[in-house]
């Protein structure tokens, strides 16, 4: 639907159901959903009373044209699952920006390492959506995946930076029975590469599960068990500030980020 017209439709019935004491949740999304997102509808829906979902393929946030031209898209299936889990209100802008939108969010330290080395300008991408899908909905709760650790930490610097009065709420990883990360990409994997695409999970779980608390030690483990074409990093980092850790002590995080095939994936664990 047309931006402009769909965005002051979407503000004006949220502003209805808030003037009638409902409060308002909210799962950005950018579609091709499956069990990982429909879990965060599931979590948002027992937070609130109305539940708004967009479905936006931001082209600002991808850093690689081919994945973007590439991104999988299923409208019907995704307002069926929508539907079926509770969604009062499906926004899905054709045309997001507004003519001359010339402004960007942007959330400087923690978007420095991890997927913001390897990734320019993806997370500027990620919180200026973020922050205009915000303003358009302004829910009183948002749900933000585990799946995408380093986004939900820099979500929640962005909420609490500007001040904005909305909870952001972290959703689990939901995984597949053979422990794969759910992902819209999974589907561009070939029977070889998930195989193999296990293996970032696994080199998780063997980090997770090892006596030895040294981090170099870890990550040595990690890497003795990752079959993948490149790493872009694995890590183990405090859980909130992501700053590398030299011994797994308080709530720490395991990350991994890398290509199978031409496939990249991230996965994490709390250690
Ligand atoms: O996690 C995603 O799917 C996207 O980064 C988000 C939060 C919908 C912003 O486009």
Redesign the pocket.
């Known amino acids: 639907v047309d931006s402009v017209g769909c965005s002051e439709r979407v503000g004006a019935q949220v502003r209805a159901w808030k003037a009638e004491g409902c409060r308002v949740g909210f799962v ?3 579609g091709f959903l499956h069990r990982g997102h429909t879990s965060l509808m599931d979590l948002a829906r027992s937070h609130c009373d109305r539940l708004v979902v ?1 479905i ?1 393929v ?1 082209p600002l ?1 991808f850093d690689d044209v081919t994945d973007l031209e590439r991104y999988p898209i299923a409208p019907a299936a995704d307002a069926e699952k929508c539907r079926a889990h509770g969604t009062d209100l499906l926004y899905v802008p054709s045309n997001f920006y507004p003519e001359g939108f010339s402004t960007a969010v942007s959330v400087g330290g923690l978007t420095e390492r991890l997927c913001g080395a390897t990734r320019p300008g993806h997370f500027d991408g ?1 919180t200026t ?2 922050a205009r899908l915000f303003g358009v909905v302004s829910p009183d709760v948002a749900v ?2 585990e799946k ?1 650790y380093q ?1 939900l930490q820099v979500i929640r610097s962005m909420v609490r930076d500007l001040g904005l009065a909305i909870e952001v709420l972290p959703g689990p990883l939901v995984r597949d029975e053979d422990g794969l990360a759910l992902s819209s990409r999974n589907t561009r994997l070939s029977v070889k590469d998930r195989r193999r695409s296990l293996s970032l999970h696994q080199a998780l779980l063997a980090m997770a599960q090892a006596v030895d608390r040294d981090v170099e030690s870890l990550i040595a483990l990690g890497k003795s068990i990752l079959d993948v074409d490149r790493l872009d990093y694995l890590e183990v980092v405090d859980a909130d500030t992501l700053l590398p850790l030299k011994e797994v002590e308080g709530k720490a995080r395991g990350l991994v980020a890398a290509y199978v095939g031409e496939t990249r994936l991230i996965d994490n664990v709390a250690l």
Request: zero cysteines.
């Open positions: 950005p999304t950018m967009s936006f931001n946030q990620v959506v973020v933000f995946g995408d986004q």
